[in-house]
């Protein structure tokens, strides 16, 4: 693909072309993303997730100024599932971006859903590779926090902000979506409305309900980083951290000083206590199993005759076949077409 090299040299009109493709799929894509895998690696990925409506975009607005007035670059990946065909929601990001229009530290890039969330998924992997090549320092990734495929894309993040808000009809909205766990940054936004104490009070509650204190010399101040006591035995590498819990008002930019700081002592948490390889290890496997999955089921599909799999189902519909056993009927089927193929180009 001819996009590579000018993407590579910071052609951002090259860049805008090949996260289309990324979205849309082009033939050549595979090729393209492998010649510039080598060139990945160097970026800060930031997921910001949480319930619509509570601040994400601003924040993101608001951490992306502060960071470029450290001279730091940026791209910014929107993921909105809940907008299929560039419906209103990423327009409204985009205007309340404006503040980074015209910046040429920042690329800011809407992502919308064509084919399955898991396509989407891959989509989102593959854009911030193509942003990280493309020499950007940090990348936000912004995505509704609302399900296993929004938890699975924010995975791909090295530091993971959740974003609540006051009186949003929920005490704390991402207890039920379960994503708690995968915080490494928790922001109560809209700290200007009632509210706001109650909620960074059940947050810091169920903080402490997920970690126990038992691992470690440790007290437990919530809302701070805690410094392990210093490991007697070299391969005890992952310290604890406990995510803090911040305030802020992003439309007034109160707090993102604050947010900034927990963000790198996060990434300094990541880079010196060597939690950042076996991090990457884990992303890595879960990226292949995904990729994996789709590839084989692909390739089961286009194997498999159309009447076959219709058959199946009418089997299972019938309780003539219960679904565990539809699957090896249809695994049967595929190995059988492999057999006749192999046989064929053997003789
Ligand atoms: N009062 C108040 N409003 C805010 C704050 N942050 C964002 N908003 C407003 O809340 C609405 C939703 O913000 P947005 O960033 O689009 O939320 P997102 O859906 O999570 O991306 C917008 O009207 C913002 O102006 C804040 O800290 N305080
Ligand atoms: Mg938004």
Known sequence: MELVEPVLAGDRRALARLLTAVEG??????????AL?????RAWVIGIT?????????????????FRERGRTIGIIAVDPTSP??????????????????????????MATRGSLGGLSRATRDAIRVLDAAGFEIIFVETVGSGQSEVDIVRTAQTTVVVEAPGLGDDVQAIKAGILEIADVLVVNKADRPGADHTVRALRAMLELGHPVSRGPLTAHHGRLMQAAPADDNDSQERLWLPPVIETV??????????????????????????QPSRERERIEIELLDRLQASLLARLLSRVPADVFATVIEQVQSRALDPQSAVAT???AYDQVIKIHSERAAS
Do not use: C
């Open 25 to 34: 799929g082009a033939a050549d894509l595979p090729q393209a993303l492998a």
């Open 37 to 41: 895998y080598p060139h990945t690696g």
């Open 50 to 66: 949480g319930a619509p409506g509570t601040g994400k975009s601003s924040l993101v607005n608001a951490l992306a100024k502060a």
């Open 85 to 110: 065909f560039s419906g209103g929601a990423i327009l409204g990001d985009r205007i309340r971006m404006r503040d980074l229009a015209g910046d040429r530290g920042v690329f800011i890039r809407s």
């Open 250 to 275: 992003a439309t007034e930019s109160q707090g993102i000083d604050t947010l900034l700081q927990a963000l790198e002592a996060h990434r300094q948490h990541l880079l010196q206590d060597g939690v």
């Open 330 to 332: 249809l695994l049967e």
